[in-house]
């Protein structure tokens, strides 16, 4: 199956500081990911769409220079939230497709992050 | 924009009792797929439909693509505990495009 894997899982940083968080396509190759947001008992709302080797492209409202995604490679794309506050304090989803031309999304298993 | 209006928001029901749960929308989409998420995890798809019309099922659950291609609907039968959860529907306009979430039903089943 089409399997997405995401780390970590959970990270707890210190206000202002940068978080990294990885989002791997384990058993195909992704040229498209995307980044969802959801806060709790709420639905999941796409951030951006990361594209390999280009720009992402993002959502209205969505701080790019917050924000930052790099597709450096067809199984590998990043998000690094930079000067993280306490708002920034949520579940971020990774997705990806092994076939665009079907439809179908696969996720990752979230990661969890909190901003003291 | 184009929004996914999904109900019911939350359901209690007895374990052994059908479920269905429904997404409408007032634009056209191409692919309709239904996901459920578990707390703390990222959602896991369960069916995907790709035609105007198209009646799937995945054990348990049966899924349908609206004619008009802006609804869809999802059934579980004789539901169990571990079908407690969060179900999204998601459509897509096109192959490829983003995908855009319903707000989620939230199912409770009582042993």
């Known amino acids: 199956g089409a399997v997405v894997s995401q780390h970590p899982s959970w990270v707890i940083c210190k206000s202002g500081t940068s978080v990294k968080i990885e989002c791997r396509s384990l058993?195909?190759?992704?040229?498209?990911m995307f980044w969802y947001r959801q806060f709790p008992k709420q639905s999941l709302m796409l951030m951006a769409t990361?594209?390999?080797?280009?720009?992402?492209?993002?959502e209205q409202g969505v701080e790019k220079d917050k924000f930052l995604i790099n597709h450096a490679s067809l199984t590998l794309s990043t998000l690094t939230v930079t000067s993280a506050h306490p708002e920034d304090s949520s579940f971020y989803i990774c997705?990806?497709?092994?076939?665009?031309?079907?439809?179908?999304?696969?996720f990752g298993e979230g990661s969890r992050l909190t901003v003291l | 924009g184009q929004q996914l209006n999904q109900s019911p928001q939350s359901m209690f029901i007895q374990e052994g009792e059908d479920v269905s749960m429904n997404c409408t929308s007032s634009?056209?989409?191409?692919?309709w797929l239904w996901y459920k998420q578990d707390p703390g995890e990222g959602p896991v798809l369960l069916i995907a439909?790709?035609?105007?019309?198209e009646l799937t099922s995945n054990g348990r659950l049966t899924a349908q693509f609206g004619i008009t291609r802006k609804d869809s609907f999802l059934n579980i039968s004789a539901s169990i505990p571990s079908d407690v959860g969060i179900y999204f529907c998601?459509?897509?306009?096109?192959?490829?495009?983003?995908?855009?979430f319903g707000q989620g039903t939230e199912l409770s089943v009582k042993p």
């Open positions: 997705s990806a497709s092994p076939r665009m031309n079907t439809g179908e999304l696969f």
């Open positions: 058993d195909f190759q992704a040229t498209t």
């Open positions: 990361s594209n390999e080797g280009s720009k992402a492209t993002y």
């Open positions: 634009s056209i989409f191409n692919t």
């Open positions: 439909l790709y035609k105007a019309g």
């Open positions: 998601a459509g897509r306009v096109n192959q490829g495009g983003k995908l855009i």
